[in-house]
T-cell receptor
């Protein structure tokens, strides 16, 4: 099976702009989660989508939003970009077989806000 | 909320044994997972403990004590390729997966 893919891999934006990141999960996986990773902060949970519904949301401002399509592909959007939004954004998919399900991560999108 | 504590850095020589501790405070608990991330790469799943005790997978082992809210990842016979960041993660009652800040393991020749 192909792994989780994320596009684009790198992105440079300026403050105030908005950005949309895309994630294609492993075939058959119904759950997609998004994380923000910055140096020293580990992975901060943004939100999780399952069957086109947002199941969970982390402690991020409303500028961060996402959605999931019927084919399980997911997008996340960040509006009114701030310098602090510069980070690696990781997407992870899982089959969602229960509490033991393993997260399979994509390579991430490196966002730089100037 | 959730909090996970793990050391920020560990350095060891090839062939040595390294133990990475993780203590957690969560609302509910479904198990402790460990992920490995090489510099510039994606995190990859290493192990999962739902019950107390030791789980062994090759050179890596993971331990959990639910009563102590504590677990560890044991890396044995260290190799240069084990130089990476290691994250513990816990899924809570809301089914959110929370990660620790990560431990950077540096293996020296």
């Amino acid at each position: 099976k192909a792994g989780v893919t994320q596009t684009p891999r790198y992105l440079i934006k300026t403050r105030g702009q908005q950005v949309t990141l895309s994630c294609s999960p492993i075939s058959g996986h119904r759950s997609v989660s998004w994380y923000q990773q910055t140096p020293g902060q580990g992975l901060q949970f943004l939100f999780e989508y399952f069957s086109e519904t947002q199941r969970n949301k982390g402690n991020f401002p409303g500028r961060f939003s996402g959605r999931q399509f019927s084919n399980s592909r997911s997008e996340m959007n960040v509006s009114t970009l701030e310098l602090g939004d510069s980070a690696l954004y990781l997407c992870a998919s899982s089959f969602d077989s229960g509490s033991t399900d393993t997260q399979y991560f994509g390579p991430g999108t490196r966002l730089t806000v100037l | 909320g959730q909090s996970l504590e793990q050391p920020s850095e560990v350095t060891a020589v090839e062939g040595a044994i390294v133990q990475i501790n993780c203590t957690y405070q969560t609302s509910g608990f479904y198990g402790l997972s460990w992920y490995q991330q090489h510099d510039g790469g994606a995190p990859t799943f290493l192990s999962y403990n739902a019950l107390d005790g030791l789980e062994e997978t090759g050179r890596f082992s993971s331990f959990l004590s639910r009563s102590d809210s504590y677990g560890y990842l044991l890396l044995q016979e260290l190799q240069m390729k084990d130089s990476a960041s290691y994250f513990c993660a816990v899924r809570d009652n809301d089914y959110k997966l929370s990660f620790g800040a990560g431990t950077t393991v540096t293996v020296r020749a």
